[in-house]
């Protein structure tokens, strides 16, 4: 499967007003929102060629391509988008939005709150992934696709393709959970609870109503990204690119020494605060937390996907600790157990969870193969 | 499809709609054969990334896991059949995977290499080289082989464990069978076929 430089071009997000009110699952009305997506390739026409990607905790709907031509960077799952790619574009029309509360052009924290007239910041209703995945299923109502091919996702977004499988199984032909978790350990939601501490501690927080102030928390989100980025990479893959290399100073005379990981950590923190807003990283985070298809069925995951009739591909990474390829098994013993259509893969990395966003050989061969297949016998190709 | 000939002698066994649980599926002939001809709900476990392409491009669930892991994660009665075709010689536990796999399916059925076959008699007894053959194409250096077997040393442990032999095949190289194998399988069968059950 190539996994070359080939490109869907530059890219115009659209914008979808619904109209229609969303009773969210904690009982909270969103009485109309809008979402941001992009698409790339072309629906076909009988519109069975439809592939949704759900983005992670801070992702958003620029998934691939550029936005301009002098765009320093392609969209974040780009190694994986496009012509020939493991989501080939020339075959499949890929649609990849902002998830609602989050801070790239969707009804999120950021929002007026047409109650107010106000930024909604920490009155913003908690959403959870059930929520996402009913908002998205109005956008597919609203571009005409009954069903997707596909809905693929990584980490957070692995959750969304699950619950799409057990929510609407007459709608998805394929889902496709990658680096994701049936439920967060306690190790994982304890990393979410520092996250949040360290945004809620910094004085800029303003118990969230910092827009309204023109503050930012900078610190505080800054240092919940260092914290998730860290637990993105691996012991090995930091060693890898950084080992303890001296960025500045000496210590033979007594300087401060600044380790290039330190350098590094702080710029990823510092650019973070400057497109991610903490009240869409608090909902995001909790909306992880909270994620638990068992819940609805006694905490038996079987169960919870008795409903699903789709095929299953769970891939998971060999140096992700964060969410182990073990969480990945889980979700396989599940659906075996309930007799589901499944196959997985773990894949040899050393780039920890980041590695499902990475042009990774056997991975993208792995993703592509399986969503052609697929692609194939619904369209009737393949006996 | 033609099958591999010791695959077709296992598809036979299989009853259509069956659930079927196949240990070192390899590139999964076998279960995009029952999935295709016999409609049946089928899992691969294998550990090799070429294979697990090769499943996934056949449109067979496979699973990548390594039996020297265990098969724990699998619930008790939750398959018809669970088959293992020519990996029991390769395990590092052989015996506790066939407890594994008769706690998982109904029945299985186990095929191997059979050590006993004169052809390797003859090369051990008689030229001092560890065998090589058709079968056990590799050299002692490399083999992964590590638990190679006789008929009668398997169906020994199958008495020791009580399991049940429902049905032998023995059968030549090209997985015929005739008189003369019958009559001595544990010299003459260059690969044995069996189907087990539980414990009476």
Known sequence: MPTGSATVGKITPQHFQCAEPLTLQNGAVLPAYELVYETYGTLNDNKSNALLICHALSGHHHAAGVHSDDDPKPGWWDACIGPGKAMDTNRFFVVSLNNLGGCHGSTGPRSINPDTGKIYGPDFPNVVVRDWVRSQAALADHLGIETFAAVVGGSLGGMQALQWAIDYPQRVGACVAIASAAKLSAQNIAFNEIARQAIGSDQDFAEGRYADEGINPDRGLGLARMIGHVTYLSDDGMGTKFGREIKSGDFDEGDEVEFQVESYLNYQGQAFTRYFDANTYLLMTKALDHFDPARDTDGDLVEAFRSATCKFLILSFSSDWRFSAQRSQEIVDALVKAKKNVASAVIESEHGHDSFLLPIERYTAALGTFLNRCLDERSGTLS | ?200
């Not at chain 2, 695959?7 to 659930?19: E, Q, T």
């Not at chain 2, 669930?61 to 293992?84: T, Y």
């Not at chain 2, 050299?139 to 008929?151: A, K, Q, V």
């Open chain 2, 1 to 200: 499809m033609t099958l591999r000939g010791d695959l077709a002698l296992i598809s036979h066994l299989i009853n259509p709609h069956a659930r079927v649980l196949d240990l070192g599926c390899g590139t999964g002939e076998l279960l995009a054969a029952l999935q295709a001809e016999k409609n049946v709900n089928g899992y691969g476990l294998d550990r090799d990334p070429a294979n697990i392409q090769v499943c996934l491009s056949k449109g067979v669930n496979v699973i990548e896991q390594d039996l020297d892991a265990g098969i724990s994660n699998f619930a008790n009665d939750n398959f018809d059949m669970v088959i293992m075709a020519d990996a029991l010689q390769a395990v590092r536990d052989p015996r506790e995977l066939l407890r594994q796999m008769l706690r998982i399916g109904e029945e299985c059925v186990v095929t191997f290499p059979n050590f006993g076959h004169w052809r390797c008699r003859l090369q051990l007894g008689f030229r001092g080289h560890m065998p090589v053959s058709k079968h056990l194409p590799h050299d002692w250096h490399n083999t992964p082989n590590i638990h190679l077997c006789t008929t009668m040393d398997f169906e020994k442990m199958c008495a020791e464990e009580n399991i049940k032999i429902i049905q032998r095949r023995v059968v030549d190289t090209r997985y015929q069978e005739h008189w003369a194998i019958q009559l001595a399988p544990n010299l003459m069968a260059s690969h044995a076929f069996y189907r087990l059950g539980r414990p009476s």
